[in-house]
């Protein structure tokens, strides 16, 4: 079974700075998809940042981009240029491609405060 | 586009009622998931259903839980005789129909707002 591990329960960071947050992941596939998801106070999971295991190239969107590691199995966010609005949890989800059955599994999350 | 609809947002219960969360999926989306987020964890996966077939329920518990996807109408979760431990957070996800497609895009699930239950 796949599992995903966020070592990092909390994390803090000024506004305007940047900031990591780290995910590892356990799975023998060869076939499967990362993803970061935001849950903000509302607790709706926000779609952050996608990754496909084929790609060498690290995905990016605007201040969010990632550190994919396949063989270290390892997938970092960095959150550049820090804003009050990405007080969030972060999880980190993997899925892999099995019949079509798109099960997402979760890390624990990573709580991000963003101060003033 | 309205988006995943679920409701309630918010749903008290005693033990031993029943609950019913409803989800309905994006537009064009026919693939429903159902997760739920215990305090301080992650979401945990429950069962996938696409219209009248259960796809995949392995995250279900055994006794009292149950999930359809009609034809017509939205995706219902059922809890019969709730007990305190059922008070979580439930998520609905949808999907378009383009599973397993690598590189479709498809493979992206969007999240309704959750329903969160409360058992007294």
């Known amino acids: 079974a796949q599992t995903v591990t966020q070592s990092q329960p909390e994390m803090s960071v000024q506004e305007a700075e940047t900031v990591t947050l780290s995910c590892t992941y356990d799975t023998s596939e060869s076939n499967y998809y990362l993803f970061w998801y935001k849950q903000p106070p509302s607790r709706q999971m926000i779609l952050v940042i996608r990754q496909e295991a084929y790609k060498q190239q690290n995905a990016t969107e605007n201040r969010f981009s990632v550190n994919f590691q396949k063989a270290a199995k390892s997938f970092s966010l960095k959150i550049s240029d820090s804003q009050l609005g990405d007080t969030a949890m972060y999880f980190c989800?993997?899925?892999?491609?099995?019949?079509?059955?798109?099960?997402?599994?979760f890390g624990k999350g990573t709580k991000l405060t963003v101060n003033p | 586009n309205a988006g995943v609809m679920q409701n309630p947002r918010h749903l008290v219960r005693r033990r031993g009622q029943e609950a019913r969360l409803r989800c309905s999926p994006m537009?064009?989306?026919?693939?429903v998931y159902w997760y739920r987020q215990l305090p301080e964890e992650g979401l945990k996966f429950m069962v996938y259903l696409q219209k009248e077939n259960i796809i995949d329920e392995s995250g279900m518990p055994k006794e009292r839980f149950s999930a359809e996807f009609p034809k017509e109408g939205p995706s219902i979760l059922r809890i019969q005789q709730v007990v305190r431990g059922d008070s979580a957070a439930y998520f609905c996800a949808s999907s378009p129909n383009l599973a397993g497609v690598v590189g479709s895009g498809a493979n992206v699930l969007t999240f309704g707002a959750g329903s969160r239950l409360t058992v007294l």
């Open positions: 537009k064009g989306h026919s693939h």
């Open positions: 989800a993997f899925m892999k491609l099995q019949g079509g059955s798109e099960k997402l599994v």
